[in-house]
């Protein structure tokens, strides 16, 4: 929220505000399915927030859209209580699912999971590439590592716990490319 917030009130950068929408509003559906029960009411607002937010900017008031997600923000900040981890463990459910790190950017699939060591799992994720609408064509991805505990699993998404953009994504250790398997 605070990005999209930081681009709307630019006035400059209203497609990338609307970017950052899109953006908070994967991160909150992400939460929407992993929330626990007292959580979901502050979800639903903040999704509604993102709403009301894209209403303004639709409507041509970029400067009410940031207000809006500022406002927001600072109420959820003030009702949260920073206490616990949201999500349960990583499973086989996560494979294939688009990942997108703490901003909503996305970073790329889950390829597949590989315990490294007893206790150690680790969720190899397909990074940068092509991949054409089918899956048929796969060129240029690689496959990185990334603890699995950093990872929270919702029903249609992934979201990695840290702000890691896709350039540091590709990055990451490697698991192989993508083309090898």
């Known amino acids: ?9 630019s006035g400059k950068e209203r497609f990338q505000g609307i970017r950052s929408l899109d953006d908070a509003r994967r991160v909150a559906r992400i939460l929407r399915d992993v929330a626990p029960p007292n959580g979901h009411a502050m979800v639903r607002f903040g999704l509604q927030a993102v709403k009301n937010a894209r209403h303004a900017v639709q409507n041509g008031d970029p400067q009410a859209a940031a207000q809006i997600l500022r406002s927001a923000r600072d109420q959820l900040l003030s009702r949260s209580s920073g206490r616990g981890k949201v999500g349960s463990p990583v499973d086989s459910s996560a494979v294939g ?17 590989e315990q490294t060591s007893p206790g150690v799992q680790f969720a190899v994720l397909k990074v940068g ?3 054409d609408l089918f899956g048929f064509l796969d060129l240029g991805n690689e496959l990185v590592g990334v603890p699995a505990e950093q990872l929270v699993v919702g029903k249609r998404m992934v979201a990695l716990r840290s702000a890691i953009t896709p350039e540091q994504a590709e990055n990451l250790p490697r698991f192989g490319s993508a083309s090898s398997r």
């Open 97 to 113: 699912k688009l990942v997108v790190n703490a901003e909503g950017k996305r970073i790329g699939r889950v390829d597949r999971l």
């Open 1 to 9: 929220m605070d990005n999209a917030a930081r681009m709307l009130a």
């Open 129 to 131: 590439g092509l991949v």
